[in-house]
């Protein structure tokens, strides 16, 4: 009873507040001013659970606890409950999303001050942590699909959050659209699981793996994958990605670096058994994500907008975890999606606040009219407006930022893996299974873990870039001598630094495992099949004693390539500034402007899709739209109309009109009486 009413907590506070929120704002408008109440309550409605969580996390003892509500679906034999799984994954994953959800509707509080649509937004985030809480704890995929559909509704309202800008509510569309269509390929995988096993619990599902036909488990995840690689934005789906940081940076922290992109990971996991028996599928997994890791890598290097840089490094980071899940390594996968959560989340937040002193700044100059015009040249000789997310008109903020800076570099230093930081032992984990599995006869993972090598280098370099071009140097701002920018409040710098402190320690939980034989990689003991975990792993194979130096190799190799593209970056940018992008595009020419149209993936999609949707809906019906919906719409007005005037006719006002009516009435009903 206990277990029951603490996971019914966990799920229903994020509800009651979103419910509660949105209710006071829509009939209590004089509750609109009261922000600190509004974002207060939002907090602590995540704040209750995650300490719920850590309470039950403590207490684990490796079984897992099913916790079964009512029946929710009943239909011959087939009896489907509203039930929730609490094991090793849906507690780590829950961790994730209470924990770093309550440190991100803390920062909310100061990053939104002012904003009248205040109680909308937080309305909006309980509901997605409810959502998402669905997605990590369900028992059963119907469960899970229903969390799935609550977190994509959700991250569209809150990329469309401020809709006035058609901009912003293009993008909402984007996102919708583009996951329907990953949306749509998980549903076929659940109708097919249910006519091959008869059950969609995941303890059935788990345990029919080994009576499934093999062309039957190609297609369950080839479908999940699909399904996946809509809402973790890998190729072909991952352009939805980049223009959702259209919405408030909190969103983009929370939805799109902590939880709702790191679903698509979580849905393979639990799913491991079934992946791991379709091999050939997991070398399209782990193809794609090495792909999908080095294009968004090449795409961030040439972006100047703050956050399309992290929009991007978010999608080639989600490539290595894929890349991870195609060798079989799905704890890695969760490892990288637990320390990515929170040096991706600083960065997001680290990012937000950097925009929200250069609004500051914006603000200053538009009173003083000193704002640029578009066209304006820079004093680089760069046109464009000020824009207060574009890196090229920021420089030298730690001088006016120092928290924010400071946040930010360790945040950057862990997500480009220097050692001992938190990307570091993610990274190198996910590069060393990649090897090994590679080194087992798997010679598709040799051409994964030398992008992933590539793309190693390629992330130090741009986020360090990001860094120098953000807060080192001279200031780019016009009048930066008289105009200064300020810190950002407390409730936007406490997040930041917890964040920071976790991308320092989080890789903590998971040392390589040629440390005293996996004795400390904590995170592989609790997830791991061999451990009693709910995640598989590939059957291992025993490597010779001078493997051992192979690994140590490895370690050395992915500590120096984060240190040579950290200091290449600090060396060009440091000497040259802005002037080092131009070099660079002269000398790479078409294929620099190959990386700046994004590999030109919108505009195929445009030709090759939307513009043809678009002239059959124009001229293959229009005319059923004008003929027969409207024409059926307008006839039955038309209708109506003529029996109103007809009924007008007999309203004469004239009582020998109406005496007649009421005898012919009487005799009418007297000849059908007769009748009959």
Known sequence: MQADLLVGLIILLPLIGAVCIGLSGLFMPGLRPHEGLIGGLATAMVAIPFAITVYLFVGYGGEPLLVDYYTWMSAGDFDLSFAYRIDALSLLMTLVVTGVGGVIHLYSIGYMHGDRGYWRFFAY???????????????????????????????????????????????????????????????????????EVGALDFGSLLQAVDTLPQHVLNWVVLLLFIGATGKSAQIPLFTWLPDAMAGPTPVSALIHAATMVTSGLYLLARFSPVVLAAPTVMAVIAIVGALTAIMAATVAIVQNDIKKVLAYSTVSQLGYMFAAAGVGAFFVSIFHVITHAFFKGCLFLGSGSVIHAMHAVEHDLEEEGLLPEPGDESDEGIAHPFDPQDMRTMGGLSRYLPATGLTYLIATLAIAGLPPLAGFFSKDEILFRVFEYGYDGHTYAWFVWGIGIVTAFLTAFYMMRSYMLTFEGRSRWPSSDRIEPSESPWTMTVPLWILAVLSVLGGFIGLPAIIEHGRFNWIHHWLGAPYGG?????????????????????????????????????????????????????????????????????????????????????????AFDARVVDGAVNGLANLIAAASRFARRIQTGRVQHYAAIIVLGAVFVVAIMLAL
């Open 534 to 622: 709910p995640v598989a792993e590939p059957p291992g194979v025993e490597h010779s004693a001078g493997f051992i130096w192979i690994e140590w190799a490895l370690l050395i190799v992915g500590g120096l390539i984060a240190v040579a593209g950290i200091g290449f970056a600090v060396r060009v940018y440091g000497a040259h500034g802005l002037a080092f992008d131009e070099r660079i595009a002269r000398r790479l020419g078409g294929l620099y402007r190959i990386w700046q149209g994004k590999y030109f993936w919108d505009a195929f999609y445009d030709r090759a899709v939307v513009r043809p949707v678009l002239r059959l809906a124009r001229q293959g019906c229009a």
């Open 125 to 195: 985030l309980n509901l997605f942590i409810f959502a998402m809480l669905n997605l990590v704890l369900a028992d059963n995929v119907p469960v899970l699909f229903l969390g799935w559909e609550g977190v994509g509704l959700c991250s569209w309202l809150l990329i469309g959050f401020w809709y006035e800008n058609f901009r912003n509510s293009a993008a909402a569309n984007k996102a919708f659209i583009m996951n329907r269509i990953g949306d749509f390929a998980f549903l076929l995988a659940i109708f097919l699981l249910y006519r």
